[in-house]
């Protein structure tokens, strides 16, 4: 059923002159004029040469750009590139555009979903606005699985860097493996493909608790297809370019994807039964890693972890055990030439954080926050042990992190069924 409240009564009279379509290809943007562009001719590239002859509209959730982002991708159409790509489509692309609040649950993803809800579309693409490297066959390799061999979700999986996405790598990769026995390297996709019926359901599901309805759709729908009876594979798209965040912007990337999954785990009936994970199709390459040099601030990632472990003890007290306590404590003394984060204290630490936020110890966003700087140390512990590390030995330590959060997972349903 679509969400009318957020669709506003002009966008639906666009939607409804499109029609039904089998294709939705959603953008949610925030001032992006500087990147949509090549973002937008990559994707009516890909249309044009891998999917002709679909019903296609672009949908464009806009959250207030003041930049002239809407502008570009109405102005888009297949029509202005015909000249210049020899290349021709039987139908229209439609490319309209909305805003919503950014303060609205759900956010854009929402209003994307229900716009195909409307349209009754039987395939969706999210590309980020953000993916400027993107090229065509993008949309060939995420879509087509969705479209042609029922695939329900497609998630990425890029040539990153090897110290790039490493609060993936080291937290949720292993965690949402070990929750939901689904080895996708990218639970938190920026550029992915999903079936209506995924879309339909994830719509029809109950309101995520307010502290976590406005923020991690994207996660939350790849865990309800992980938690579901839904077909997931992911999909080697190429280089992803790395966008470069301030340590300012971590509390709140954690709240968008740690926050949303420990809130999932509310549902204990679903995570509690996987015993051990499986692997899930992968197309093309299963992982590659970027080795060129990257500077990362060793230094500060030492002393924000230190400090956090000396700052926050108060409540580090209420949310871990004394002996877990203890260890980190030992570790903050470590000099950082010398530091070392071993893989079952990390799994232990997130574990009882995990159940903490559970029992609500202290406020949930609190738990969050403390969580932040023993990220860092972790962190930090993997740029060093990787300094020198070949592709297939940085694969090897993460695979190492995972079964150690895999092997320790009866500790956290003994915690949650016992409290700390």
């Given at each position: 059923?679509?969400?009318e409240?957020?669709?506003?009564?002009?966008?639906l009279?666009e939607l409804?002159?499109v029609?039904?379509?089998d294709?939705?290809v959603?953008?949610?943007?925030?001032n992006?004029?500087?990147?949509?562009?090549?973002?937008?001719?990559a994707?009516?590239?890909?249309?044009?040469?891998?999917?002709?002859r679909?019903?296609t509209?672009?949908v464009?959730?806009?959250?207030?750009?003041?930049?002239?982002?809407?502008?570009?991708?109405?102005?888009?159409?297949?029509?202005?590139?015909?000249h210049?790509s020899n290349?021709?489509?039987l139908?229209?692309?439609?490319?309209?555009?909305?805003?919503?609040?950014?303060?609205?649950?759900g956010?854009?993803?929402?209003?994307?979903?229900?716009?195909?809800?409307?349209l009754?579309?039987?395939?969706?693409?999210?590309?980020?606005?953000?993916?400027?490297?993107?090229?065509?066959?993008?949309?060939?390799?995420l879509?087509?699985?969705?479209a042609?061999?029922?695939y329900d979700?497609?998630?990425?999986?890029?040539?990153?860097?090897k110290?790039?996405?490493?609060?993936?790598?080291?937290l949720?990769?292993?965690?949402?493996r070990?929750?939901?026995?689904?080895r996708?390297r990218?639970?938190?996709?920026?550029?992915?493909?999903f079936?209506?019926?995924?879309?339909?359901?994830?719509?029809?599901?109950?309101?995520?608790?307010?502290?976590?309805?406005?923020?991690?759709?994207?996660?939350?729908?790849?865990?309800?297809a992980?938690?579901?009876d839904?077909?997931?594979?992911?999909?080697?798209?190429?280089?992803r370019?790395?966008i470069?965040?301030?340590?300012?912007?971590?509390?709140?990337?954690m709240r968008r994807?740690?926050g949303?999954?420990?809130?999932?785990?509310?549902?204990?009936?679903?995570?509690?039964?996987?015993?051990?994970?499986?692997?899930?199709?992968?197309?093309g390459?299963?992982?590659?890693?970027?080795?060129?040099?990257?500077?990362?601030?060793?230094?500060?990632?030492?002393?924000?972890f230190?400090t956090?472990?000396?700052?926050?003890?108060?409540?580090?007290?209420?949310?871990?055990?004394?002996?877990?306590?203890a260890?980190?404590?030992?570790?903050?003394?470590?000099p950082?030439?010398?530091?070392?984060?071993?893989?079952?204290l990390?799994?232990?630490?997130?574990y009882?954080?995990?159940?903490?936020?559970?029992?609500?110890?202290?406020?949930?966003?609190?738990?969050?926050?403390a969580?932040?700087?023993?990220?860092?140390?972790?962190a930090?512990?993997?740029?060093?042990?990787?300094?020198?590390?070949?592709?297939?030995?940085?694969?090897?330590?993460?695979?190492?992190?995972?079964?150690?959060?895999?092997?320790?997972?009866p500790y956290?349903?003994?915690?949650?069924?016992t409290?700390?």
């Amino acid at each position: 059923m679509v969400e009318e409240s957020i669709l506003t009564d002009d966008f639906l009279r666009e939607l409804i002159n499109v029609g039904e379509v089998d294709l939705l290809v959603g953008l949610d943007t925030f001032n992006d004029a500087k990147t949509v562009g090549n973002v937008m001719q990559a994707v009516r590239a890909g249309l044009l040469r891998y999917f002709p002859r679909l019903r296609t509209v672009v949908v464009n959730a806009d959250g207030g750009s003041r930049d002239g982002t809407q502008e570009l991708v109405r102005a888009a159409s297949i029509s202005d590139m015909r000249h210049v790509s020899n290349l021709s489509s039987l139908r229209t692309l439609h490319c309209i555009s909305t805003q919503y609040s950014r303060e609205s649950s759900g956010g854009g993803l929402h209003t994307i979903l229900a716009a195909a809800d409307l349209l009754r579309a039987s395939s969706l693409v999210v590309i980020s606005p953000e993916s400027t490297n993107m090229e065509p066959e993008w949309v060939e390799r995420l879509v087509r699985p969705v479209a042609k061999e029922n695939y329900d979700l497609i998630t990425p999986i890029y040539r990153r860097h090897k110290f790039d996405a490493l609060l993936v790598r080291t937290l949720l990769y292993p965690m949402t493996r070990a929750m939901y026995g689904k080895r996708l390297r990218e639970p938190i996709p920026t550029d992915f493909a999903f079936s209506g019926r995924l879309a339909t359901q994830f719509l029809a599901q109950e309101p995520t608790p307010s502290d976590v309805g406005r923020m991690g759709a994207e996660l939350q729908l790849s865990l309800s297809a992980m938690s579901g009876d839904f077909r997931v594979g992911q999909s080697f798209l190429g280089t992803r370019e790395r966008i470069e965040h301030g340590a300012a912007e971590l509390v709140p990337a954690m709240r968008r994807t740690v926050g949303v999954l420990f809130a999932s785990l509310e549902n204990f009936a679903v995570w509690s039964a996987v015993k051990e994970s499986q692997p899930v199709p992968t197309i093309g390459v299963e992982h590659e890693v970027n080795l060129e040099p990257l500077r990362v601030n060793r230094k500060r990632l030492h002393q924000m972890f230190a400090t956090g472990v000396a700052e926050l003890d108060p409540v580090l007290r209420s949310i871990l055990y004394d002996t877990t306590l203890a260890e980190l404590k030992a570790l903050a003394l470590q000099p950082e030439e010398e530091f070392v984060f071993p893989n079952e204290l990390w799994a232990t630490t997130v574990y009882e954080f995990a159940a903490s936020h559970h029992q609500a110890v202290i406020s949930r966003d609190h738990v969050i926050q403390a969580l932040a700087p023993l990220y860092r140390g972790k962190a930090l512990a993997f740029v060093l042990e990787n300094r020198d590390a070949s592709g297939v030995e940085i694969e090897k330590n993460v695979e190492a992190i995972c079964l150690s959060f895999e092997s320790l997972k009866p500790y956290l349903l003994e915690m949650w069924e016992t409290g700390k």
